[in-house]
T-cell receptor, first 114, second 108 residues
Framework: SQTIHQWPATLVQPVGSPLSLECTVE??????LYWYRQAAGRGLQLLFY??????ISSEVPQNLSASRPQDRQFILSSKKLLLSDSGFYLC?????????????FGPGTRLTVL | GEDVEQSLFLSVREGDSSVINCTYT??????LYWYKQEPGAGLQLLTY?????DMKQDQRLTVLLNKKDKHLSLRIADTQTGDSAIYFC????????FGTGTRLTIIP
């Protein structure tokens, strides 16, 4: 069966520091991968999605970037964190449009920028 | 793009039925989903309905889809304390668009 992992689970970082969040998927190949941010008490905002290695689409202009160095690995990064980057970051995978593109979510990373 | 709207809060007495409503704007959504998010956790897929269906039932969960009114609902029968969570509806048309979520509170 497929599983999706995220780490770290929680992170506290000072303003201006770099960021690297990792997401990996097991049990499937060539998944679509997604990064979402959920601000406190709010819905989900799609940040990036990827349909293959090295292919990244950005949904909103921001201080963050994403990379997909391997088929089942998706990384969210920042060179210098802002206070507004605080939130709950969720990674998700799907099998693509042919399978209805149902998305399955990881456990999330809670980021606090101080 | 698609807009998906939900009420923010719902309180239900334990043992009663909960009905969470959602409206969407894009009638070309192929699938419509309900996700559950417990505190501090990721989103758990509860159920989904294909756009050519009117109803889907899965144990205590019933999904109703009214395509004419672009209205989706999730009914939870015999609501339990473990059902306390935020419930998101989502529609897909190239991308998955989420509602703001409805926080369900169970009253003992």
């Amino acid at each position: 069966s497929q599983t999706i992992h995220q780490w770290p689970a929680t992170l506290v970082q000072p303003v201006g520091s770099p960021l690297s969040l990792e997401c990996t998927v097991e049990g499937t190949s060539n998944p679509n991968l997604y990064w979402y941010r959920q601000a406190a008490g709010r819905g989900l905002q799609l940040l990036f999605y990827s349909v293959g290695i090295g292919q990244i689409s950005s949904e909103v202009p921001q201080n963050l970037s994403a990379s997909r160095p391997q088929d089942r690995q998706f990384i969210l990064s920042s060179k210098k964190l802002l206070l507004s980057d605080s939130g709950f970051y969720l990674c998700a995978w799907s099998g693509g449009w042919k399978s209805g593109d149902t998305q399955y979510f990881g456990p999330g990373t809670r980021l606090t920028v101080l | 793009g698609e807009d998906v709207e939900q009420s923010l809060f719902l309180s239900v007495r334990e043992g009663d039925s909960s009905v969470i409503n959602c409206t969407y704007t894009d009638s070309s959504s192929t699938y419509l989903y309900w996700y559950k998010q417990e505190p501090g956790a990721g989103l758990q897929l509860l159920t989904y309905i294909f756009s050519n269906m009117d109803m889907k039932q899965d144990q205590r969960l019933t999904v109703l889809l009214n395509k004419k009114d672009k209205h989706l609902s999730l009914r939870i029968a015999d609501t339990q304390t473990g059902d306390s969570a935020i419930y998101f509806c989502a529609g897909t048309n190239e991308k998955l668009t989420f509602g703001t979520g409805t926080r369900l509170t169970i009253i003992p």
